[in-house]
């Protein structure tokens, strides 16, 4: 297992130095914290214990998980790689259809149907009514992708005009070390409560380490990429978390994939991902987990956390984001 280069012990903090967490101004505005040795955090565990001021790189980094400075941004982000999907499959679909422009002109109680491609125009009998669906199916569809192509441009330019925004307000914190000290007075030390959970040792799950092979931002391994959307959004909003952390159930020991701890209100939500449910069997085993957890007094939507998907519809970041909004952020 790889460990936390951010979460080293070799450097005392120096007496000017903060400890910084952003996620919707919960350390924001207190005092200066007193100098003490960070402590080396146990394995499959994340804790905001971001020392603050470091220089430029911390200020990037108060940028990056800024709920309300990103939140926009990775909405736009996730928008484009609809469009972009979306796109392709018009592109494929129009290939597939005949060009030219359909007209109906009307004379009295009759109507006359022509194909025009360029300035040749043909008559078409009303027999050929397949042929005028698939040709009005194709402006119909060259339509929706002029408007999917138009909001691809739009919002790649507000994406292009956020780092532009971004280089600008870089280049006056590389000019003095004044702002870097000056914005580290707004922010204030990690929860002592959060520390002291975070670091009650204990014993991770040992069974197939040949499968933790995903990387995370946390620098923790998990054993899937639906796991690593979840890992990655839980470091981004500042959670503090517990990767395949042991719970007694019944007797036996479980390891839920995240246990996590609400900064606001210090409540404990254990977050399990089902992710293969169009397999009957994995679907049997998911029925009775959930049982398992609600036989022991850990309900879905009040303790326990749960996601799902199939091949057809994987887990996406907004429904990650959404359960960490409504149970790990909520107050």
């Keep these: ?149 138009l909001d691809e441009k739009l919002l790649s330019s507000y994406l292009n005009h956020k ?25 204030g030390d990690v929860d002592a409560e959060i520390l002291e959970w975070i670091m009650e040792p204990f014993h ?7 499968h933790l092979i995903h990387e995370t931002k946390s620098n923790i391994l998990v054993r899937s990429k639906s796991e690593v959307l979840i890992a990655d959004a839980l470091y981004e909003n500042n959670i503090p978390f517990k990767y395949e952390c042991p719970l007694v159930l019944n007797g036996g020991i479980y390891y839920p994939d995240f246990t996590c701890m609400n900064p606001f209100t210090k409540k404990i939500f254990y977050w399990e991902h089902f992710g293969m449910l169009d397999d009957l069997n994995y679907a049997g085993k998911t029925i009775a987990k959930e049982s398992l957890y609600i036989n022991n007094g850990i309900i879905p939507s009040i303790q326990l956390i749960t996601t799902y998907e199939t091949k057809e519809y994987p887990l996406v970041r907004k429904t990650v984001q959404r359960n960490i909004d409504s149970f790990l952020l909520s107050k």
Excluded at 36 to 49: V, W
Excluded at 163 to 175: C, G, I, P, T
Excluded at 204 to 210: A, G, I, K, R
């Design 1 to 149: 297992m790889k460990k936390n280069s951010k979460k080293s012990t070799n450097n005392r903090i120096r007496k000017d130095d903060k400890q910084l967490s952003n996620k919707k101004s919960l350390w924001k505005n207190k005092t200066i914290s007193q100098a003490r040795e960070q402590p080396l955090l146990p394995a499959n565990t994340f804790c905001p214990l971001k020392t603050f001021p470091k220089g430029i790189d911390s200020i990037d980094e108060l940028l990056k998980q800024n709920s309300h400075y990103t939140k926009n941004y990775q909405l736009v982000e996730e928008i484009l790689v609809e469009l972009s999907i979306q796109e392709g499959k018009l592109l494929k679909e129009i290939k597939g259809l005949p060009t030219g422009k359909f007209i109906s002109n009307k004379n009295g109680d009759y109507t006359k149907w022509f194909l025009t491609k360029g300035k040749k125009r043909t008559f078409l009998p009303h027999t050929e009514k397949t042929k005028a669906q698939r040709i009005l199916l194709r402006e119909f569809k060259e339509f929706l992708l002029k408007n999917v192509q």
């Design 163 to 187: 780092a532009l925004m971004e280089s600008e307000f870089m280049q006056r914190f590389k000019s003095s070390k004044d702002y870097v000290d000056l914005l580290g007075d707004c922010f």
């Design 204 to 210: 991770p799950n040992e069974l197939y380490p040949e």
